[in-house]
């Protein structure tokens, strides 16, 4: 009996999905729960497993293709015997034969390299190839298979066929006991390598597709402005440094500063409640409830896990929460109720370096963050000149919604917020 395996519901507002990584092929065996490929979709990454114990029939979306929800994946004969999935790459039948046995001191010296011959790269076998180089090598009629890459990921390149052409030239005149005195007609052999030889054509993730169209939709589409402050981190890192070895030993979680940046958000957002509402068409709607979502850097682009209610959460609760959240994101691991329902966003370029930039706004949202890095600069407190470790905020806001005045109040709250972090503990 067929069973089909179809592309699953993944959340209201995705519709469809890229094929990725096939893990097995047709003809293997399968059993119940095995992952047989990915769906890049346009927030997360997620595996389909198999529904039943068999062998897999046909592949019917191939890798790359996109596929609507409900669309037809692949079938798995139940109940027959699959071949094994082989995870060893296979040998190549033309490779060469065995050397045979030499005496000891022979081997020897054949082993160490001459003084002036530096070690050549190796003939990888699979080795990725650029079009370029394959173009030319089909022009020429040179095989692949013995040509060592020097490309990128031993990768190789067009000046490398190139010179294996060269070369092979070469040994033909000197076995035939003339000299070539004539150029060698190679295409990209002598002087300045083509630019297309330094090139890497890479196909976009559906999550950096997505990732662009979305960034782009928020300049076209609200009135995006930013507005700047800056705040003295002396008193959150005195209580971080106090408490962070029997904080982390109580609550097993690292005692960073987003735990206090989120809870001096939402003491913001709670007296400027525009800055936590988005538009709706002729409507504004203002939340009443706080999920703040946390820029995460990860290895396929920016994404934007959610802490849900931050503001019935401890600082313990959200640190443990944003450091669940990042290590899944970077393992992507993350789910798609990780991802949605954010009503205000901070985003933390200061972890990278960064000591001002304008984040952009993550839609339907009407405001996010932005924190910097923590430089001691010279500040004048209490008729004194001290080095302060000073951080720059940037809150970029939809001004469609929020008036300057509200944006400039909320920067004030934050900052008086994190320069006395008791304000958080009075609810002041």
Not at 334 to 341: A, M
Request: charged share 30%.
């Amino acid at each position: 009996m067929a069973v089909e395996i179809k592309v699953p519901t993944m959340g209201e507002s995705i519709s469809e999905a890229t094929v990725g990584q096939w893990f097995k092929a047709a003809g293997d065996a399968v059993a119940i729960d095995d992952p047989l490929c990915e769906l890049e979709t346009d927030k997360v990454t997620l595996e389909v497993n198999a529904t039943a114990a068999g062998a897999l029939a046909e592949i019917i979306a191939e890798e790359g293709a996109t596929v609507e929800v409900g669309a037809l994946l692949c079938t798995i004969e139940e109940g027959a015997e699959g071949k094994k999935s082989e995870t060893a790459p296979k040998k190549s039948e033309d490779a060469p034969a065995k050397e045979e046995k030499k005496p000891d001191a022979e081997k020897k010296d054949a082993s160490k390299p001459k003084a002036d011959e530096k070690p050549k790269a190796q003939p990888q076998p699979d080795a990725p190839v650029m079009d370029s180089a394959k173009a030319l090598a089909d022009d020429k009629g040179v095989s692949l298979s013995g040509i060592a890459g020097t490309g990128k990921d031993g990768r190789i390149t067009r000046a490398d066929v190139a010179a294996a052409i060269a070369e092979g030239r070469a040994k033909k005149a000197e076995r035939q006991g003339t000299a070539s005195s004539a150029p060698v007609d190679v295409p990209g052999s002598d002087g300045p390598r083509p630019e297309e030889d330094r090139e890497e054509r890479v196909r976009m993730s559906r999550l950096r597709q997505t990732i662009a169209r979305r960034l782009k939709e928020a300049q076209n589409t609200a009135a995006m402005l930013t507005t700047f402050n800056e705040v003295d981190m002396t008193e959150v890192m005195a209580l971080r440094s106090t408490y962070k070895e029997a904080f982390e030993k109580k609550h097993g979680a690292r005692l960073g500063f987003m735990g206090f940046f989120v809870k001096a958000c939402i003491a913001g957002l709670q007296e400027l409640p525009a800055v936590n509402a988005e538009i709706d068409g002729t409507d504004i709607i203002y939340k009443n409830y706080y999920h703040i979502g946390v820029a995460v850097g990860t290895p396929n682009g920016l994404v934007v896990p959610v802490v849900r209610d931050a503001d019935q959460k401890s600082i313990a609760g959200i640190e443990s929460t944003i450091n669940d959240l990042g290590t899944r994101a970077r393992d992507g691991k993350l789910g798609l109720d990780d991802l949605q329902g954010g009503t205000f966003t901070i985003s933390n370029g200061g972890v990278y370096g960064s000591l001002m930039s304008t984040p952009i706004l993550n839609p339907p949202q009407s405001g996010i963050l932005g924190m910097h890095k923590i430089q001691k600069r010279p500040m004048e407190v209490n008729g004194e000149i001290k080095l302060r470790p000073m951080m720059y905020l940037a809150l970029s806001y939809d001004h469609r919604i929020i008036d300057g005045r509200e944006a400039v109040l909320f920067l004030v709250k934050v900052k008086e917020a994190l320069e006395d972090p008791r304000r958080l503990i009075l609810d002041l």
